[in-house]
């Protein structure tokens, strides 16, 4: 990838996410690239019962709602926006995988995902984010692995991104 360009990097909140969020303002400062960092949500429900009965104003608080947890994440990161990056935030509606190939469309892009065994209740309401991204993108694709910390958490971290995302374990 040449200077410039952008870094795009999926976020979620979750410790694995932040590991990839950590690689991605890296690669954005190495390459003096824009770094694209993005939230995909999805109304709950899905799309189909909203399409039923919208409701403009769910879909307000679902908004405002994925960019704080945005905005968390940097905060959780790096104690806020990093230094030396110039930061785009955005949230997107819709499913993670379909959002970020959507977005990093360039051939200069660099796309950065987090990669790792999840458990299997979010392996089967999330699918396959980074096989998706792998197979899928147009763009170089940066798969970071789970650090060796998160290894020996093992069953703990799902426990973790259930608390720090604010679901029950």
Partial sequence: MAQGGRVVVGVSGSLRSL???HRAVDEARRRDAE?????????????????RNPCPSLLTVCEEAAAERLEQAFR??????????????????????????????????????????RGLLPRLFHGGVSRHCLARA??????????????????TTGVL?????????
């Fill in 19 to 21: 590991a990839a969020l």
């Fill in 35 to 51: 770094l694209m960092a993005v939230l995909a949500w999805t109304v709950p429900g899905g799309e189909p019962a909203y399409r």
């Fill in 76 to 117: 959780d990161a790096f104690g806020g926006p990093p230094a030396g990056v110039r930061l785009r935030l955005v949230t997107a509606r819709g499913e993670p995988a379909a959002a970020l190939t959507e977005l990093a469309h360039r051939p200069e892009d660099l796309l950065v995902i987090s990669t790792g065994r």
């Fill in 138 to 155: 147009r763009c170089p694709v940066l798969a970071v692995p789970p650090s060796e910390l998160m290894h020996d958490l093992g069953r």
């Fill in 161 to 169: 991104d259930a608390l720090r995302l604010g679901h029950p374990a």
